[in-house]
């Protein structure tokens, strides 16, 4: 297919997708400043992000601004925007929404591809505010999401600036901002003030990195005295939902969750699972209040009766109980990604059974009764098997089970546990099954634990690559064999990429560079880069290393992840949080 044709069938396949939208905002460009809101994946999956959705319902809702959306295209196609099917460099601000470590290198790529320079040190002329269609001006490159604020060094040289924390406290100041001022300042005047005034805002070409003999990271500070940033960049968050919970904005069947309509119950969670980093940068925990989220629910199109609950791992069991009956009155159905064992009540189980899922997911995440205390997930064999009967009694025919290996202190005991565990399960399954006379299945999703930044665990060291192969490799053997059994394991050698991604620096965005540009493997990248990506994922961390993440401020205390950590290695639990009385982590 010719360049011009492959335009022109991106071009149609957008207008494809705008068609089958509900919710869609359409704007003429005149006397208004154009903003290329990204994605960096595939529009199935952006479209099914509700942070994505939000922060595009807030741009809009600027009328100096239009905001387009845009998204990761098919191999050998330009990025185009969906709205009017521009490219990227048409738009004078880029606004990138980075949810997964993953999606880094597609960030590089959309760039690259749209041929604007990938490193934020060549874009170095003014933005083209008045005129984005003139010659000589570059864009300016923003970036947010929760990837951002669990570490966003590895983006630091693609990126102008980070928006650190959630959209709703500083999106609008910001952009009021870069229309009032972007055309008539130097770029860098006006990187300053933003990173010196504006909370939230982290500039890192204003900061230096520095690194010891050994090339291990020793510190990031502010390159300029003068321009009074601040040392660490402190986390925005919003307090409550008001009067409606956020919710989706538009709904197209072309999503992975086909108009699915999302409704946030909360952020955070008081859980406290040790191995969660979403339980902690988004402390302190914030469950919205029923009227809220019933108002959102009620914002639905009309016509639509699927609605997905974001945050249940979170809701205490009485206010699961008010949503369901709820959702039931209104004839609602209830998706949901898993379920914690240990929330179902009969309102919950009465909207199951008329909800008529076929597949429902529990994450018991640790193998053994032992590795759940270890991890602090606080749900027992019990609470599964409970979960278990009730869901194969409302005719859900495919249970899936989440578990990790690799979790720190995991033996083959717990392992063989994992296996007792599984075919309990099955048995339960099998028993409700032939009463019914007709037989359910069981998928086994399993993943390698992966030390993320700003948990207990971010001192831990990633399992070698070898050892969590032969652990995959007993687990098939002892359980593939099974009738309706189905395991479907990640790769240790994806999830050591995802580990550098996640524990890295300013150099592994120099490998992602490399990667991209001449079209290898990550390793290759890394290895022509001079760099061991081996130091980042598998190494033990002590008390006092300094972290490249921690230029940003989460509130956390260090001390308080590190006891943390060592309550872990003695399998002890902590209680969940309260935020009316906790000070335990020092967040509140």
């Known amino acids: 297919m010719g360049r011009n044709s492959r335009f022109t069938a991106n071009i149609s396949g957008n207008r494809q997708l705008l068609f089958h939208e509900k919710g869609a905002i359409k704007k003429k460009w005149k006397s208004r400043i154009p903003l290329a809101l990204i994605y960096p994946n595939r529009y199935a999956v952006g479209m099914s992000n509700l942070g994505f959705q939000l922060v595009y319902h807030l741009l809009n809702q600027n009328d100096s601004l239009v905001a387009e959306r845009v998204f990761l295209p098919e191999s050998g196609y330009k990025p185009l925007s969906i709205e009017s099917g521009r490219p990227l460099a048409d738009f004078p601000l ?63 040289p693609f990126i102008d600036i980070f928006v650190i924390g959630e959209a ?75 009067d409606t919970a956020s919710h989706s904005t538009i709904l197209t069947p072309e999503a992975e969750f086909s108009d699915l309509f999302m409704t946030e119950l909360g952020r955070g969670c008081s859980r406290g699972c040790r191995f969660c980093a979403a339980g902690f940068i988004y402390r302190p925990p914030r469950l919205w209040h029923a009227p809220s989220i019933i108002n959102a629910i009620e914002a639905r199109p009309q016509g639509n009766s699927r609605v997905g609950l974001l945050g249940m791992e979170m809701v205490p069991s009485e206010d699961m109980s008010l949503i369901a009956d709820f959702l039931t009155n209104e004839s609602c159905s209830l998706s949901f990604s898993s379920l914690r064992a240990d929330i179902i009540n009969s309102s919950l189980v009465k909207l199951l059974g008329r909800s008529r899922l076929k597949t429902a997911a529990i994450a018991p995440d640790g193998a053994s009764e032992r590795l759940r205390q270890v991890i602090n997930k606080g749900i027992t064999e019990n609470d599964v098997l409970a979960a278990t009967d009730i869901l194969a009694k409302k005719e859900i025919q495919n249970l ?116 991209i540009t001449n079209n290898c493997t990550w390793k290759q990248a890394f290895k022509k880069e001079n760099i061991n990506p081996e130091s980042f994922a598998l190494r033990q961390r002590g008390k006092t290393e300094p972290f490249p993440w921690e230029i940003i401020d989460h ?3 260090r001390k308080y992840l590190w006891s943390e950590y060592q309550k872990a290695l003695q399998g002890e639990k902590t209680i969940p949080c309260d935020t009316s009385r906790c000070k335990r982590c020092g967040v509140c």
């Open 94 to 156: 880029l606004f990138f929404s980075v949810s997964f470590e993953q999606d880094y290198q597609h960030l590089i790529q959309l760039l690259k591809t749209s041929d604007i320079p990938t490193l934020a040190s060549e874009r170095t002329n003014k933005s083209r505010m008045i005129s984005p269609l003139a010659s000589g001006g570059q864009p300016l490159v923003v970036a947010g999401g929760v990837a951002t604020f669990m570490n966003p060094e590895p983006l630091a």
């Open 168 to 242: 709703e406290p500083v999106l609008g100041t910001l952009s009021d901002y870069l229309i009032r001022e972007i055309n008539s300042k130097d770029k860098k005047v006006l990187l300053g003030e933003l990173g010196a005034t504006l909370p939230g805002i982290y500039v890192p070409e204003l900061y230096r990195v520095s690194y010891d003999s050994e090339g291990n990271f020793l510190s990031s500070n502010p390159r300029d005295d003068t321009l009074n940033l601040p040392r660490r960049i402190k986390k925005v968050t919003m307090d409550s939902a008001g």
């Open 400 to 515: 899936k089970l989440y578990f990790m290996i690799g979790l720190p202190t995991e033996k083959q005991s717990d392992l063989d546990e994992m296996a007792a565990l599984v075919m309990k399960v099955k048995n339960v399954i099998l028993a409700v099954g032939r009463a019914r006379g007709r037989l359910g299945s069981l998928t086994l999703s399993i993943n390698c634990f992966i030390p993320k930044p700003w948990t207990p665990f971010q001192f831990h060291a990633m399992e070698e690559i070898k050892s969590l192969k032969l652990k995959l490799k007993f687990l098939r053997k002892k359980l593939s064999a099974e009738p309706n059994i189905r395991i479907k394991a990640e790769s240790p050698e994806k999830a050591l990429f995802q580990a550098v991604l996640s524990r890295g620096d300013r150099r592994v965005g120099r490998a992602l560079l490399t990667m």
């Open 555 to 557: 509130g956390i205390e």
